[in-house]
Nanobody
């Protein structure tokens, strides 16, 4: 299994970014795909999960972030709009055969079977 994130960057408050996660080594179309982030000095915060066409979001990003997937490209995306300084974090793509038990809160590495290396998002003027 391999998960490779991209798209992180430095962006001003109010700006937008789209993160991508290219997946390989498993049946992508039937997998739960999630985004988890880690801000400096904080734990792993669950952000969003997609399963088939069903999407789930943390309250802190609901209405601003959109998760989507392209099964033909084995890729999951996170469109982030109206970015705030508190969105600054290392964003990880993660997958597991089940819906994440840590959804709505903080996760541990054991909550997902596979993780990517992360992509840095910095929101600052």
């Amino acid at each position: 299994v391999q998960l490779v994130e991209s798209g992180g960057d430095l962006v001003q408050p109010g700006g937008s970014l789209r993160l991508s996660c290219a997946a390989s080594g498993f049946t992508f179309s039937s997998a739960y795909m999630s985004w988890v982030r880690q801000a400096p000095g904080k734990g792993l915060e669950w952000v969003s999960t997609i399963y088939n066409s069903n999407t789930y979001y943390a309250d802190s990003v609901k209405g601003r972030f959109t998760i989507s997937r392209d099964n033909a490209k084995n890729t999951v995306y996170l469109q982030m709009n109206s970015l705030k300084s508190e969105d600054t974090a290392l964003y990880y793509c993660a997958t597991d055969p089940r819906y994440p038990y840590c959804s709505g809160g903080y996760c541990s590495r054991a909550d997902f079977g596979y993780w990517g290396q992360g992509t840095q998002v910095t929101v600052s003027s």
